[in-house]
């Protein structure tokens, strides 16, 4: 019998190779000499969501393709060295894989390897309504081959979220996955006016709830047609790196949604999550646990109590 589970995340999984760089962008030059080294490690935005909301204590699957090589030995390693339940289908093209250039101040680039991805990718059928049967709801990474999973995901029953990342609010591929799920996330850094994307997502999709991120400057919130704004967390250390931020908000955020959290309350989470994300080095995959998580959200919503700026929000 199949494991019940709590969020079932589709895609996303593969490698990154760290590189930290003297700033971004980078100047042209034919060498550099750059401290800290160059290091690859398992873990890119499906494996992020799924190890953040395995750390908040929800019961967590994932699902893709990875390759017979070194990168999908990485892969494996890391959700079995953290106890996180793995399906695994056969990549022809090999694992998914990234270079991250990394500045001091936490900012980054990431290169992926278009590559690596096949038009006739597919993920089995039966697989997918497996698992979707035995799950509260389901994750999709953008990542091929994951949009042919959406009207599977649908019939199963499931409600669905999905990271667009830094969409333009143009682009056709990322449209399909914005206008099918509940839940959207994305970032506003290719945005030129969040909020008309926002809305136009609500209003010829199915999300109720559409959330963009703003890195330092926080998030905003449009739930049932209202947009508050989500201000930032101040980060319990020094930012060293802002890869994963968005996975690890978008892990936060649904544990309060799971657990039957107002929207605003939801993104409080998120927001959290997400600074802790910031102060964790690129190289490692640390998420923030769900004690750690309630007692700063806490702190917050103490601190905000007192400064008479409550978080708005309706009704989940």
Known sequence: MQQQTDVLVLGGAGVDTIVHVPELPLPFADSCMIRPGIETRGGQSGDFVTLGLHALGLRTHHLDMIGDDHEGDLVRTLHHDRGIPFTELPSPGGTKRAVNLVAPDGRRLSLYDADRARDSDRFEESTVRALAGTARHAHVVITQPCAFTLPVLREAGVTLSTDLHDWDGVETYHEQFALQADLVFLSTAALADPERTMRDIGERGRARTVVATAGAEGAYLLHEGELTRVPA????????????????????FLLGRLNGEVPARCALFGAVAGAYACT?????????????????????????????????????
């Open 280 to 316: 964790v080095p690129s190289t490692r995959t640390d998420s923030i646990g769900r004690a750690a998580l309630l007692a700063r959200a806490a702190e917050v919503e103490e601190a905000r109590a007192t400064n008479g700026a409550l978080p708005a929000g309706g009704p989940a």
């Open 233 to 252: 967390v101040t980060p319990p250390a020094p930012v060293v790196d802002s890869n994963g931020a968005g996975d690890a908000f978008a892990a936060g």
